[in-house]
């Protein structure tokens, strides 16, 4: 079982739409919690932390459920700027990032 | 530059031969890590440093891989014997310390390699 696991999509949806993606991670001492956004053929960007009680950062909302361990992004009332590709990160012990492959999102006019 | 510099940005060699990949992280900042990104694949761990030391190197695929860092800077991935499986973007990336963990990784924009 891959540490970090992501439907690698694409996910089509129209602007204005709401649309949301899951991360499963398999180590349950996992301590950190990320969403990074890459661009196509551009390097990685750190998107949004993610936190126990769950975040918000305008139109994206992150979510973690230790139990089910998986972690969750909300995008609403998407922009076609949306479009790129979502990467779930995870810390497994001090300084390790492990990234996921990835959910592709594209925003159609 | 402000900003991690990887260098060269493209790379064609020929199968068998070594190549160098460069990296020159942002000033002060004492992790710096290399991902390996195949096309349509997602970013693989390679190896961190914390200052000169490299307390993980699990990620190096084989014992043709090597990383090293000096003056907690500038660090070097050298391929031997290079393999067409190699061909790849690495990526470098620095953060500006460990703890807390901020999660936030500063990465250039790679180098691509490709073995003929």
């Known amino acids: 079982r891959k540490e970090v696991e992501q439907d690698p999509g694409p996910f089509n949806v129209p602007e204005g739409a709401t649309v949301a993606f899951n991360c499963t991670y398999s180590?349950?001492?996992?301590?950190?919690f990320f969403w990074y956004r890459q661009d196509c053929r551009k390097e990685p960007k750190l998107l949004m932390s993610?936190?126990?009680s769950g975040n918000e950062d305008g139109r994206f909302t992150a979510q973690l459920n230790r139990a089910s361990q998986y972690i969750s992004l909300l995008i609403r009332d998407s922009k076609l700027s949306d479009s790129a590709t979502y990467l779930c990160?995870?810390?497994?012990?001090?300084?390790?990032?492990?990234f996921g492959t990835g959910t592709r999102l594209q925003v159609f006019p | 530059g402000a900003g991690v510099s990887q260098s060269p940005s493209n790379k064609v060699t020929e199968k068998g031969k070594d190549v160098e990949l460069r990296c020159d992280p942002i000033s002060g900042h004492t992790a710096l890590y290399w991902y390996r990104q195949r096309l349509g694949q997602g970013l693989e761990f390679l190896i961190y440093?914390?200052?000169?030391?490299?307390?993980?190197k699990s990620g190096l695929p084989s014992d043709r891989f090597s990383a090293e860092r000096t003056g907690e800077s500038v660090s070097t991935l050298t391929i031997q014997r290079t393999q067409q499986e190699d061909s790849a973007v690495y990526l470098c990336?620095?953060?500006?310390?460990?703890?807390?963990?901020?999660?936030?990784?500063?990465f250039g924009e790679g180098s691509r390699l490709t073995v003929l």
């Open positions: 990336a620095s953060s500006r310390n460990s703890q807390p963990l901020s999660g936030e990784l500063f």
């Open positions: 990160v995870v810390n497994l012990y001090t300084d390790k990032l492990i």
């Open positions: 180590n349950s001492a996992s301590q950190s």
């Open positions: 440093f914390q200052g000169n030391s490299a307390p993980d």
């Open positions: 993610v936190y126990s």
